[in-house]
């Protein structure tokens, strides 16, 4: 399984970013997608997840500013992200679920937030 994301980049505080992460098979349809990030020097970050059926878990540092979401039949899955903040610079990774194990990762999209 390949993921490849896309959509990062330089954004003033406050602003909005839409990253995307396309799968390379349609196993996709059946698995849980999710977004972390890691931020220099820090451990990576759980920021969401979403269900085949839709059911999405969000982390608290990110409810009511990111939204993900999936399009099945585009095999591909959504971060939109308002009101960015400075600390939320970081690479921001796509990942799928091998049973419970968050085992695929594409390789990053690096989003930077400047004040």
């Known amino acids: 399984v390949q993921l490849v994301e896309s959509g990062g980049g330089l954004v003033q505080a406050g602003g909005s970013l839409r990253l995307s992460c396309a799968a390379s098979?349609?196993?996709?349809?059946?698995?849980?997608m999710g977004w972390y990030r890691q931020a220099p020097g820090k451990e990576r970050e759980f920021i969401a997840r979403?269900?085949?059926?839709?059911?999405?878990t969000e982390a608290d540092s990110v409810k009511g500013r990111f939204t993900i979401s999936r399009d099945n039949a585009k095999i591909t899955v959504y971060l939109q992200m308002n009101s960015l903040k400075t600390e939320g610079t970081a690479v921001y990774y796509c990942?799928?679920?091998?049973?419970?194990?968050?085992?695929?990762w594409g390789q990053g999209t690096q989003v930077t937030v400047s004040s």
């Open positions: 990942s799928t679920q091998d049973g419970s194990i968050w085992a695929y």
């Open positions: 098979r349609n196993i996709f349809r059946f698995n849980v």
């Open positions: 979403i269900t085949p059926g839709g059911v999405i």
